[in-house]
Structures are given as C-alpha cells and as structure tokens.
Nanobody, 125 residues
C-alpha cells in the first residue's frame, strides 16, 4: 500500500507563492493518478487539482485555475502543487491523494484514494 508524505506548507502573505510536495513510498507510484485536496476550518475537504499517471492530463478546481500548477516526477515518486497569487481563502490543510483516476478525483470525488497526513497552508492578508 502506498504511503504519502506532504511538505512545503507554511505561512505566506497574500499574493505570495508556495510549492507543495508529496513523496510516495511503498507502492508503484507510476500506477497511480495523483491529486491534491484541501480542507479549510469548518468546511468539507475539496478538490484542488489532479494529474494522470503519465502527467498528460491535469484537472483543477475552479478556484485555483490560472493560479496553480500540478506536476509529477515519476522517477522521484513525487507530485507537486505550485500555488501562486495566494489569497486568504486558500488557507487550510492540503492533502495529497493517490487513486485510480485523475478525472474521477475532480468529478466524483476522492473515493478509494490513499491519503497523506496533510500540510498546513496559512495565507495572511
């Protein structure tokens, strides 16, 4: 079973940037679609972005389109989320997910995915 460890979160001013990383172990990384979800205080976990096994297909939540880029390095077993133009509403815990379909993560939701422990992102205004 795959294990996921996120890093790169922190405190950043509005308008700033962060790059989140998620390293996988214990599984066949290049057999998983990968995604990022976030959960703000008092809210449900929501879809941020996902990427297919090959990296050829990428999907984004409406609120991050144009501001974020998901990418993956299969040799390093790592998926990244570059976030630019951060706003206070981006504050939350960001979770990495490994699943069977990048498209499904963005439409149906995170069913049957493996989760990381999350990394906190705080945007100060």
């Amino acid at each position: 079973q795959v294990q996921l460890v996120e890093s790169g979160g922190g405190l950043v001013q509005a308008g700033g940037s962060l790059r989140l990383s998620c390293v996988a172990s214990g599984g066949i990384f290049n057999s998983y679609a990968m995604g990022w979800f976030r959960q703000a205080p008092g809210k449900d976990r929501e879809f941020v972005a996902s990427i297919s096994v090959s990296g050829g297909s990428r999907y984004y939540g409406d609120f991050v389109k144009g501001r974020s880029t998901i990418s993956r390095d299969n040799a390093k077993k790592t998926v990244y989320l570059q976030m630019n133009g951060l706003i206070s509403e981006d504050t939350g815990v960001y979770y990495c997910a490994a699943g069977s379909s990048a498209q499904a993560m963005g439409t149906i939701g995170p069913r049957g995915v493996h989760w990381g422990q999350g990394t906190q992102v705080t945007v100060s205004s």
